[in-house]
């Protein structure tokens, strides 16, 4: 199952994306999906961020338990 964005470009970006896709012999779609595919990657296994994360969260949490009394 997939979920469609709207994703709005810089000019200069959206041809150059359009260049490095069709030289892939791709999509930019695809170009996109495998883009951003790695930079998730790439946070997933950055500890700071996922320490980041995890003290949103908890912050998050901890903020609707003070609401839900």
């Given at each position: 199952?997939?979920?469609?964005?709207?994703?709005?470009?810089?000019?200069?970006?959206?041809?150059?994306?359009e260049?490095?896709?069709?030289?892939?012999g791709?999509?930019?779609?695809?170009?996109?999906?495998?883009?951003?595919?790695?930079?998730?990657?790439?946070?997933?296994?950055?500890?700071?961020?996922?320490?980041?994360?995890?003290?949103?969260?908890?912050?998050?949490?901890?903020?609707?338990?003070?609401?839900?009394?």
């Open positions: 199952m997939s979920k469609q964005t709207t994703v709005r470009l810089p000019q200069d970006l959206a041809e150059d994306a260049a490095v896709a069709r030289v892939q791709t999509s930019v779609n695809a170009l996109i999906i495998e883009a951003l595919s790695e930079e998730i990657q790439r946070v997933r296994e950055d500890e700071e961020f996922t320490s980041r994360a995890k003290r949103l969260l908890e912050r998050d949490r901890e903020l609707l338990e003070r609401l839900g009394r």
